[in-house]
Nanobody
Framework: QVQLVESGGGLVQPGGSLRLSCAAS????????MKWYRQGPGKQRDWVAT???????VYGDSVKGRFTISRDNAKSALYLQMSNLKPEDTAVYYC?????????WGQGTQVTATS
C-alpha cells in the first residue's frame, strides 16, 4: 500500500521559515519524480516545485528564491524548506509522487503565515 505522509506545517509569522517533510512508503521512492502542491482557501490546487528522480529541481515563480525542494532517497523522504513566508503562502501543502501513469498524493499539511 502506497502512503505519502506530510508533516511540519504550522503557524508562522510573515518572514518566518518552516520545513515540510513527506515520508513515502510502498513505492521505490528513488525512481519517482516528486512534487509539492498547495491549495489556499477558496483556490485551486497549484503546483509549487518539482524534484526529479535525477535530482533536478524546478520552482513556481511565486516561490522561486524562497523555497527549496530536496529529497533523501535513503530515507524515502521529500522536503520543502520555506523561507521568508508571506501571508499568500497560506495553504494546505501536498506532496505528490509520479512515475509514468502512476500518481499518488498525501493528505496534506496546513501552513498558515499570519501576524
Amino acid at each position: 500500500q502506497v502512503q505519502l505522509v506530510e508533516s511540519g506545517g504550522g503557524l508562522v509569522q510573515p518572514g518566518g521559515s518552516l520545513r515540510l517533510s513527506c515520508a513515502a512508503s510502498g513505492i521505490r521512492f528513488s525512481i519517482y519524480n516528486m512534487k509539492w502542491y498547495r491549495q489556499g482557501p477558496g483556490k485551486q490546487r497549484d503546483w509549487v516545485a518539482t524534484i526529479t528522480s535525477g535530482g533536478n529541481t524546478v520552482y513556481g515563480d511565486s516561490v522561486k528564491g524562497r523555497f527549496t525542494i530536496s529529497r533523501d532517497n535513503a530515507k524515502s523522504a521529500l522536503y520543502l524548506q520555506m523561507s521568508n513566508l508571506k501571508p499568500e503562502d497560506t495553504a494546505v501543502y501536498y506532496c505528490n509522487a509520479q512515475l509514468g501513469s502512476s500518481l499518488y498524493w498525501g493528505q496534506g499539511t496546513q501552513v498558515t503565515a499570519t501576524s
